[in-house]
């Protein structure tokens, strides 16, 4: 994975709520198990109609959002707890997605992949929609060593909670297996010392 610590990055608003994996990545499209190519298919029923052609009212269509940072809708994630939910979402392109609430285990598989999910309250998922209905093109910083969620130009500044071992894979860029290896020399100091 890559290693993540500081992005900065204007912001994909998607107000609705209630998003679930088979809206993120429809189950026509879970043959292969390659990580490759689902971000072609992420929305696609929502981005595309039934002849292939661009939805023209669908945000990811919408040349005035771009970025890294998706906002979603309260309940991102709910459904079927397919992974490639997450590599849909990292394959197009997005390293973030902030929600007032998240389903468990899309919110591990994220984590598992590379995005970081940032929970906000309500209050502040609802500034964020807001912030970028008044500017599609202002951005947030993200600062993951010190689990921080900013937009600068309007002063906001949200603290967010995050599992100490995925923090320490994000920054390393590890995944559970990377991260076994990287105690290997740990490991083979314990095998050789027990008795």
Known sequence: MEKFTLLESSMVPIHVENIDTDQIIPARFLKATDRNGF?????????????????SDFVLNDTSFSGSILVAGNNFGCGSSREHAAWALADYGFKVVVSSFFADIFKGNALNNGILPI????????????????NSAITAKVDLEAQLFSVPAANLRI?????????????????????????????EHFEQNRS
């Open 119 to 134: 929970q906000v309250s309500p209050k502040e998922l609802s500034q964020l929609f807001s912030l970028i209905s008044d």
């Open 159 to 187: 603290p967010f909670e995050l599992n100490a071992y995925k923090k320490m894979c994000l920054i390393n860029g590890y995944d559970d297996i990377d991260y076994l290896l990287s105690q290997q020399e740990a490991i």
């Open 39 to 55: 971000g072609e298919n992420l929305f696609r029923d929502w981005r595309f109609a039934s002849d292939d052609t661009p939805k």
